[in-house]
């Protein structure tokens, strides 16, 4: 079982910046598919972005909402994932949890999530 650690959440003003990290158990193997989803009060949960290895090339995805202003990132040899977070709107403040699997276009494993707020 793949144990996913978030870190790197806080309270930021508007317009600010924040870098979540994801930290996996796994030393091995290589988690295909990495990402990061978020949850706000009285919504649905959001894919924000996912980033699949493809050996020597990463292939990155974004949520229309965040596209522009965020960006994915990953160690293929540490298994880590981080979300680089320009230019915050009161609107991103949720959980933000970090998701990973073997496989390509799906997630298997889960972590706890890191809560962003963004103050205006």
């Known amino acids: 079982q793949v144990q996913l650690v978030e870190s790197g959440g806080g309270l930021v003003q508007a317009g600010g910046s924040l870098r979540l990290s994801c930290a996996a158990s796994?030393?091995?193997?290589?988690?295909?598919?990495m990402g990061w989803y978020r949850q706000a009060p009285g919504k649905q949960r959001e894919l924000v972005a996912r980033?699949?290895?493809?050996?020597?090339?990463?292939?990155?995805n974004y949520a229309d909402s965040v596209k522009g202003r965020f960006t994915i990132s990953r160690d293929n040899a540490k298994n880590t994932v981080y979300l680089q977070m320009n230019g915050l709107k009161p609107e991103d403040t949720a959980v933000y949890s970090c998701?990973?699997?073997?496989?390509?276009?799906?997630?298997?494993?889960w972590g706890q999530g890191t809560q962003v707020t963004v103050s205006s």
């Open positions: 998701a990973a699997s073997y496989a390509a276009d799906k997630f298997d494993y």
């Open positions: 796994e030393r091995n193997f290589v988690l295909k598919t």
């Open positions: 980033i699949t290895s493809g050996g020597n090339t990463n292939y990155a």
